[in-house]
């Protein structure tokens, strides 16, 4: 699948107002089909409230919702203001998924 694809999935199932950010397009791509499907599930769970968000200790109303591969060394964290709606989806490599994790305060 390419994130094109993914995207526009994504976009079914949170809303039109979600922004990707990070390296999104490149790591997706360089995913396998299994992993890429299990963004789009986890995402999907994060909406049916199936996954635990975490709050930040910076901005108001922010949660966060982190997955992490155990194989690779990718991360997502998918925000969300509290009781409304979704806001970005962030997917690239460890180091900069730990500079937005504390520019976020998750």
Known sequence: MLHDEA??????ILG???SFEGHFNTVFDSLKENRQQQIINWVRNCK???TMAISSDRIKD???FILRFRDTNFRIILTKKKNEYF???FLDKHKYYEN???KLGI
């Open 87 to 89: 806001i970005a989806l």
């Open 62 to 64: 922010l949660l966060g």
């Open 48 to 50: 049916e409230g199936k």
């Open 7 to 12: 995207m526009a999935k994504i976009r079914e």
């Open 100 to 102: 937005e994790r504390r």
């Open 16 to 18: 039109d107002n979600i």
